[in-house]
C-alpha cells in the first residue's frame, strides 16, 4: 500500500495546483466511514452521508502522473453486499473542467436494490420510483465536456438500455447524434403502475446541429416495437420529425392490426408561447 503527494514548494501547490504530482498504489485496502467521521465529524450532518455511517468500501487500484494529466491503470471498489466497481482511463487537464479531457472506461458496475436504498439519500429515491432487484451498467467516456463520444449499456432485473451518443463542434454550431435501445423495460414495474402498464421495446435516433432554440435543426425517428398498455399489446408504431427555424413536425403512425392510428402534429417555439397544432 502506498500513497504519495508530491510538488516544487508551497507556493507551488496554491498557485499551480496542476502539477502537483500523485502516485497511489492500493492492494486491499479498507475506507470504514466511521474512521473517516472521527476526522470530519461534520460529515455526520451531511444529507449525502448519513446513511453511509457505519459503511465500509473496499479498494484496489492504481493512479499516477499529475493533477493535469494523471492515469488510473486499473481500480476496483466493492461495498455494500452486491455493489462492485470497476474502472480505468487517463484525465488530462484538471482542474480546469472547461479544458479537461477524458478517456475513461468502465467495465463493471453492478449493484442492488438493496444496496441503493441502504446508502442513497431519501431525496435521491423517488417514492413513485421503484428500483430494480438487480443493477448492471458498462460504459466508456471520451472527450470533453462539449465534444465526446460515450455509450453505456445497462442490464436490470426489469429490462435493459443502450445508449449511444456524440457531440463536435464550435459553440453555436455544434454537431450531434444520439442512439438509443430499450429492450423488454417493464416501466409499469419501474413506475409502480404495475395494473396499467407492462414492457416497452423501443428503438429511437436523433441527429442535429445547435442547441440555441432559434438556430437548431434536429430530426428523429423512432420504432416502438411493443408496448403493453391498459391490457392491450401495442405494436409496431413507428415516429419521425423534425425542428428546424423553430418549428417543429412530429408524425405517428402504426401497422398494428387493431390500433388506427396515423397522427400528425406541428408546432412553434417563435411566440412568447409554445404553439401546437394537431392534424
Not at 78 to 83: F, R
Not at 88 to 109: C, H, Q, T, V
Given at each position: ?19 502537483m ?5 492500493l ?6 466511514m466511521?474512521?473517516?467521521l ?62 479537461a ?11 442492488s ?5 441502504a446508502?442513497?439519500p ?23 465536456l ?5 455509450n ?23 454537431k ?43 430530426k ?8 403493453y ?7 409496431d ?14 408524425h ?28
Amino acid at each position: 500500500k502506498h500513497l504519495a503527494v508530491s510538488y516544487d514548494s508551497l507556493g507551488m501547490f496554491a498557485t499551480h495546483p496542476e502539477k502537483m504530482g500523485m502516485l497511489a498504489a492500493l492492494d486491499s485496502c479498507v475506507i470504514d466511514m466511521r474512521d473517516v467521521l472521527c476526522f470530519a465529524p461534520f460529515l455526520k450532518e451531511n444529507e449525502y452521508v448519513k446513511k453511509l455511517t457505519a459503511a465500509r468500501f473496499f479498494l484496489s487500484g492504481r493512479v499516477k502522473g499529475a493533477l493535469n494529466d494523471f492515469s488510473i491503470p486499473a481500480l476496483r471498489m466493492t461495498t455494500g453486499s452486491s455493489t462492485l466497481l470497476q474502472a480505468s482511463g487517463r484525465i488530462k487537464g484538471l482542474p480546469d473542467m472547461d479544458r479537461a479531457y477524458f478517456d475513461m472506461k468502465l467495465p463493471a458496475f453492478t449493484t442492488s436494490a438493496r444496496d441503493l436504498q441502504a446508502m442513497l439519500p431519501d431525496s435521491l429515491l423517488p417514492s413513485d420510483i421503484r428500483l430494480p432487484d438487480r443493477l448492471a451498467l458498462q460504459g466508456s467516456y471520451t472527450g470533453s465536456l462539449k465534444s465526446f463520444q460515450t455509450n453505456a449499456r445497462i442490464r436490470s432485473s426489469m429490462g435493459n438500455i443502450l445508449l449511444q451518443a456524440n457531440m463536435s463542434g464550435p459553440k453555436g454550431n455544434e454537431k450531434y447524434e444520439a442512439k438509443l435501445a430499450i429492450d423488454t423495460l417493464n416501466i409499469g414495474r419501474l413506475l409502480k403502475q404495475d395494473s396499467l402498464m407492462g414492457t416497452v421495446t423501443l428503438n429511437a435516433a436523433v441527429q442535429g446541429s445547435g442547441l440555441d432554440k432559434k438556430t437548431a435543426a434536429v430530426k428523429m425517428q423512432a420504432m416502438l416495437q411493443q408496448l403493453y398498455f391498459h391490457g392491450y399489446d401495442y405494436r409496431d408504431l413507428k415516429i419521425t420529425g423534425d425542428y428546424q427555424q423553430q418549428a417543429w413536425n412530429l408524425h405517428g403512425y402504426t401497422s398494428d392490426p387493431n390500433v388506427r392510428l396515423d397522427l400528425l402534429t406541428t408546432g412553434s417555439l417563435a411566440g412568447e408561447y409554445p404553439e401546437a397544432k394537431l392534424n
